[in-house]
């Protein structure tokens, strides 16, 4: 067949295709039944035009690739809980962590940034009966740029790894970015190796952490290529299309690769800290974008005798023009990056961080900001460790009390601080150190 009518990339097919399923689950949404090409909409279903959610039409929408929302406060977490069948991260979960650890919970914990879990219980009744578990979270590295939303796992994890003292393997999904970017083998690698540094930047002990690249590990370990095969002999294609919206015309190494996330799970991936115990459970920090992945490896894991892993899900840092959407590395005013100097923060926050305040210094003073929509607001959430002072900031900029300009004074002097120091460590990380953190090797921990 010749191909010289197709004017489309792939890219573009892909994203004209998402785009369609988009427009469809919005039509759902509106009409109360699928869209169908032959059979032109009647009057719109009666539930949808009254009732509490009748101006949420667009439902939000989350994969791996892509989250949307049309509302201004951000994606809706209790409903992506009870879409995704998760368990909601409840106070009593959260005085059960520190009763077990003997520390005050983080401030992702107490704030509701990690906010879901599976199987977090398990995990406690392993801990609290000298029962090991370990730590598995990664990247994809699809570029050098990080920003500060990016770090959001990895600062948890950190966390995790210092207050319950466990092993943590890191996986950078160079494969995967190779397969759905338009990058060389090499840059793919490349960018893996640079991400680690930031990743390793972070603070995490060297003597309880592997950070592996796909390209490079898969090659050479014992035991995670069988698992990666186990995997793929138990998931069908049926399911991965289910999952994930793959279509015929998705390269077989995208149809594949859920398989190669899965496989850090399973404690056997990882011979030379584990050796061949295969019943290690396994705890994975994340996003809850990241969820459908190990919704597949929970559903497979019993099939090939492995425990299934537990997870704690995040919820997505905001972009600095508003909730809407997910950040992108590729938009340097979507967000702040690990490179950026202190004079672009300043400025970047003052001019880009979409605002919920008012018009007018009048106005504002009157009817006072909106604290759910202000990102600078849900940015001092994430990274402003004092809880007594985030509360007066939100009853002042709620009252009116706090000017926009003063609250992106705070900010501005939390982050310019927080990313000097990041720059600082990274610049500490040396190439021999990247090599030392990537080197299979055994760990150290408590339950040889």
Avoid at 39 to 67: L, Q
Avoid at 104 to 133: C, T, W
Avoid at 304 to 331: R, V
Avoid at 381 to 387: G, H, K, P, V
Wanted: aromatic share 12%; glycine share 6%.
């Amino acid at each position: 067949m010749s191909h010289h009518f197709c004017f489309l990339s792939q890219d573009e097919i892909d994203s004209a295709v998402k785009m369609l399923l988009s427009l469809k689950m919005s039509y759902k949404a509106a009409m109360g039944e699928d869209y169908k090409a032959d059979c032109p909409p009647g009057n719109p279903a009666p539930t949808s035009n009254h009732g509490p959610d009748a101006t949420e039409a667009e439902e939000d929408f989350v994969d791996p690739w892509t989250v949307q929302t049309s509302s201004a406060k951000g994606i809706d977490y209790d409903k992506l809980i009870v879409r995704f069948g998760s368990s909601k991260i409840d106070k009593e979960l959260i005085n059960r962590i520190e009763r077990a650890t003997g520390q005050r919970p983080h401030r992702f914990l107490r704030r509701g940034i990690f906010f879901s879990h599976r199987d977090m219980n398990q995990v406690l009744d392993a801990y609290e009966n000298k029962k090991p578990f370990y730590l598995y979270t990664g990247r994809g590295p699809s570029s050098e740029a990080m920003h500060v939303g990016h770090l959001i796992p990895f600062i948890f994890t950190k966390w995790l790894q210092d207050v319950f003292n466990v092993p943590l393997v890191i996986q950078m999904t160079d494969d995967e970015k190779y397969l759905w970017k338009d990058l060389t083998l090499d840059q793919a690698y490349g960018y893996a190796v640079e991400n680690a540094k930031d990743i390793i930047a972070c603070g995490f002990d060297i003597n309880k952490t592997f950070i592996f690249s796909d390209l490079d590990y898969m090659g050479m370990s014992s035991g995670f290529y069988k698992n990666v095969v186990k995997i793929q002999k138990h998931v069908t294609f049926n399911q991965v299309k289910g999952i994930f919206g793959f279509t015929d015309s998705d390269s077989i190494g995208k149809i594949s690769f859920p398989a190669i996330q899965a496989a850090p799970s399973f404690s056997n991936s990882f011979p030379q800290i584990f050796q061949d115990r295969t019943d290690i459970q396994c705890l994975i920090p994340c996003a809850i974008d990241q969820d459908p992945y190990f919704r597949m490896t929970r559903d497979v894991a019993p099939r090939i005798g492995y425990p299934k892993p537990a997870l704690l899900h995040s919820t997505f840092f905001p972009a600095l023009q508003g909730a809407q959407t997910k950040m992108s590395a590729s938009d340097p005013n979507s967000s702040i990056f690990l490179t950026d100097t202190a004079k672009q923060i300043k400025t970047k926050v003052n001019k880009h961080a979409f605002s919920g305040g008012r018009d007018t210094i009048e106005e504002h003073r009157q009817f006072g900001g909106n604290c759910d929509v202000d990102v600078s607001f849900m940015y001092l959430t994430f990274f402003l460790e004092d809880d007594d002072k985030l509360e007066q900031i939100r009853k002042d900029y709620t009252s009116g009390a706090m000017l926009t300009g003063e609250l992106k004074k705070v900010l501005i002097e939390v982050l310019q601080p927080l990313i000097a120091e990041h720059q600082a460590r990274r610049k500490e990380v040396t190439d021999e150190i990247a090599k030392e953190f990537m080197t299979p090797r055994e760990l150290s921990f408590d339950f040889q």
